[in-house]
């Protein structure tokens, strides 16, 4: 008889028991019980778990190991390690002009076989192509413009703006207001200037510019006056803290301000914009850019003390610049005490002018330059260009593209760092040196003294107007000249912009010779010529590039608004500029 199997699924030896027919019982093996299925499920994670658990640890030692060898490179050259191996030398990094100079000397004082002369300097043409007329609509539809009435919509509200910065940051801060109270229909309120630690210059808009040009400039454009009505300011208790203030995001898009600026501005009736810098992206449609062109070409004009001084200082540099033509050359020379410690260079100083830096910068801008993720290296931004470039450098640099010690330069800056020092190698090969100190008496100079952004604003007309414009470390001044220059001089910005990298490896070759320096100086200068008539492209509304700087195609055409504007206001005046007549002849396209 076959044998009957009983499970038996609690049994203690989860075996089974089989009996037969006499009654003998005998246990044997047997396939073990199913396991549930939950269980099954959570030892399968348990299993997955340990086996990502150490494959984590695994690939965490690699991981963990790339940044410490990227730490060890950084701390052997920039940390603790440094003091004990020494920084690593790289080429160029470290400040031997002086000595180049002195090894020099003589075949730069004595080299005026080759003089360049000043009217033949920049060889790169543009085809010369009549500015083409604003298109109607783009002067009117957007703006609702009545041209016998010169009357504007009704506007949604007062837009009041503070600008920051120096001069020309706060010339960017207008022209975009004035942008951004056409884009919102606004009425634009004279803007006011912040006071600024480093500028330190209380002066109003009416000090640096004329306001009754600024207003009459832009009417038909954008309405301008220069205090909120009492109607409206009675409701904020004449309080214009209480007025609601918006804080912009920088390069704010059109979108931005339309979808949430312009609400407030109406509900409210008048709203505050503080800071503004760069608070307008460049991208804009064309009739905010031309509100721009006309805000910076035509409405900016220098207020009359200014415009009558510097009127003088550019009559007197013509003068002085008689042996070539009345032509001269101007500098943009960043180095003044404060410029000098923000760059985190080294010259020549040793300790002593280290320990001076660093108490310059910590007055300044407080722990800013003491922070622990802050690692000045001096010599690295000497060889990444970021350093300004000393009195001697730029001497040198220019005798070597071929100016000689009879071209007369007007040297755009503050007060120089240990002026004595710095200054007498630029002064030995350029004899004709000239500042708004030496070419205007104490007497004129007086209302201007204490006051950065008025004498500022001399240095920008005699530079505007130089056949040479040489920049040296970059910033909104040169940015705002290049630009101002391309639109008077058919597009050219008539400007030298050394290759600073190229230039600090040059002058610490102890071997090199005059002859090569000088065949090195006359590329750099044929690649400024180049990079001079340069015209970004642009398409529609993509402008990545500052209209200040590139003012061409846009600005173009309000050579023809002349007609639309007063005759203070008219184009032959060519906005800003008011020296004299026959250099504004010259600087007509």
């Known amino acids: 008889m076959k044998s009957k199997i009983h499970h038996q699924p609690n049994g203690g030896n989860n075996g089974v028991v089989s009996s037969n027919d006499n009654g003998c019982r005998s246990e044997s093996p047997s396939p073990p019980l199913s396991p549930n299925r939950r269980v099954l499920r959570r030892q399968r994670r348990q299993t997955l778990l340990r086996a990502s658990s150490f494959s984590l640890r695994r690939n965490l030692r ?25 920084w690593v030398y790289v080429p160029g ?38 500015p083409k007329p604003c298109p109607n609509s783009t002067v009117s539809s957007h703006f609702g413009l009545n041209r016998e009435s010169s009357a504007l919509a009704p506007s949604s509200g007062y837009l009041i703006v503070e600008a920051n910065g120096g001069l020309n940051q706060q010339r960017s801060a207008i022209c975009n207001a004035v942008a951004v109270a056409g884009l919102l229909n606004a009425v634009l309120v004279i803007p006011q200037f912040e006071f ?55 390069w ?4 931005y301000y339309n979808g949430e600026v312009y609400p407030v501005l109406k509900e409210h009736g008048v709203i505050r914009i503080s800071p503004f810098a760069n608070r307008l992206a460049m991208s804009v449609p064309p009739y905010i850019q031309l509100l ?68 310059i910068r910590q007055k300044s801008w407080k722990g800013k330059f003491k922070r622990r993720d ?42 120089i760092y240990q002026p004595e020092k710095h200054l007498a190698p630029l002064q030995e090969m350029f004899p004709r040196l000239y500042t708004k100190e030496s070419l205007a008496t104490p007497e004129e100079l007086a209302p201007f003294e ?66 090569v320096f000088k065949k090195e100086m006359k590329l750099m200068l044929g690649e400024s010529d180049r990079k001079g008539m340069m015209v970004p492209r642009v398409r529609k509304i ?13 600005c173009e055409c309000i050579f023809h608004l002349s007609s639309n504007f007063s005759s203070t206001g008219n184009i032959q005046n060519l906005g800003a500029l008011h020296p004299t007549s026959n250099l504004m002849n010259s600087a007509r396209l």
């Open 62 to 86: 690699y991981l963990l190991l790339l940044p410490m060898i990227y730490a060890s490179g950084l701390l052997m050259c920039v940390g603790p390690f440094s003091g004990l191996v020494g």
């Open 292 to 359: 721009r062109c006309i805000a910076n070409y035509k409405a900016l004009k220098f207020s009359s003390p200014i415009s009558t001084l510097a009127e003088k200082l550019v009559d007197r540099m013509v003068e002085k610049s008689s042996e070539t033509g009345g032509k001269y050359v101007s500098v943009h020379l960043r180095f003044e005490e404060d410029m000098v410690a923000f760059s985190c260079c080294l010259y020549e100083g040793g300790r002593a002018e280290k320990s001076e830096m660093d108490v």
């Open 450 to 515: 204490g006051y950065s952004s008025r004498m500022a604003a001399l240095d920008y007309t005699v530079s505007l107007l130089s056949e040479v414009f040489v920049t040296t470390q970059g910033g909104n001044f040169p940015h705002f000249l290049m630009g101002h220059r391309r639109f008077l001089f058919g597009g050219h910005a008539k400007t030298v912009i050394p290759d600073k990298p190229k230039l600090v490896l040059l002058l610490q070759d102890m071997e090199m010779r005059w002859e």
């Open 374 to 415: 802050r690692v000045i290296r001096p010599d690295l931004n000497r060889v990444n260009g970021k350093c300004p470039l000393t009195p001697l450098e730029v001497g040198m640099m220019l005798r070597g593209m071929g100016f000689d010690n009879n071209t007369s330069i007007y040297l755009a800056s503050g007060r």
């Open 252 to 255: 704010a898009t059109v979108n």
């Open 196 to 250: 600024h630690a480093i500028w330190k210059d209380s002066s109003n808009f009416g000090d640096i510019y004329d306001e009754d040009h600024f207003i009459s400039s832009l009417e038909g454009y954008v309405k301008i006056v220069r205090d909120v009505p009492d109607e409206i300011m009675t409701r904020f208790s004449y309080n214009v803290s209480s007025i609601p203030t918006i804080r912009v995001q920088a």
């Open 93 to 130: 990094s470290v400040y031997r002009s002086p000595e180049i100079y002195r090894k020099l000397k003589d075949d730069i004082l004595s080299d005026n076989s080759t003089a360049l002369e000043l009217s033949s300097v920049w060889k790169f043409k543009r085809r010369p192509k009549m």
């Open 542 to 554: 993509n402008r990545k590039t500052s209209i200040y700087t590139y003012p061409l195609p846009e």
